[in-house]
T-cell receptor, first 112, second 107 residues
């Protein structure tokens, strides 16, 4: 199993550009989530999904969209990048929210 | 939302036990207590979780107070590789990470 994979590893965007961060897992987990981590801070939940076709907002959803058309993939879309979205983004998956979550290696995003 | 309180930082000597405390006085009856750690430049890594009873695994032990308003993560013999930020998190339909406790292990 590859576990949770994220692409790209690094990305630089200009203000106003849009992009999609990819997240995939091969463990058949129903629960997937996206977090952002600003320098020196803890992780903050952006969006999560409890299964294909079902998504919900977390703590900091503004400026981000998600969809979940398959169990394996959970992409995160930045609609119009802003410097405040400069952060490291982590994707995670779990068979259930009360179980162990597996985190991806992260995507480091810089918005100039 | 149920919240957790942890000390900002702790120090330990190598090969000594470490007790990392967490207060969660507003925990609800169905909230699991999870612990994760994050090594520098890596994603968080699961350590242990429990609901009411104390739990042990190969990495650590979790001691949960009888009233569930606090818990303690126990690393039995700290190594240099255990230096990380440790997060205590409650499951409340979504996981909220606080600032965690930065553990420094001295040789």
């Amino acid at each position: 199993n590859a576990g949770v994979t994220q692409t790209p590893k690094f990305q630089v965007l200009k203000t106003g550009q849009s992009m999609t961060l990819q997240c995939a897992q091969d463990m058949n987990h129903e629960y997937m989530s996206w977090y952002r981590q600003d320098p020196g801070m803890g992780l903050r939940l952006i969006h999560y999904s409890v299964g294909a076709g079902i998504t919900d907002q977390g703590e900091v959803p503004n400026g981000y969209n998600v969809s979940r058309s398959t169990t394996e993939d959970f992409p995160l879309r930045l609609l119009s990048a802003a410097p405040s979205q400069t952060s490291v983004y982590f994707c995670a998956s779990s068979p259930d929210p009360d179980y162990e979550q597996y985190f991806g290696p992260g995507t480091r995003l810089t918005v100039t | 939302d149920a919240k957790t309180t942890q000390p900002n930082s702790m120090e330990s000597n190598e090969e000594e036990p470490v007790h990392l405390p967490c207060n969660h006085s507003t925990i609800s009856g169905t909230d699991y207590i999870h612990w994760y750690r994050q090594l520098p430049s890596q994603g968080p890594e699961y350590v242990i979780h429990g609901l009411t009873s104390n739990v042990n695994n190969r990495m650590a032990s979790l001691a949960i107070a009888e009233d569930r308003k606090s818990s303690t993560l126990i690393l039995h013999r700290a190594t240099l590789r255990d230096a990380a930020v440790y997060y205590c998190i409650l499951r409340a339909n979504d996981m909220r990470f606080g600032a965690g406790t930065r553990l420094t292990v001295k040789p």
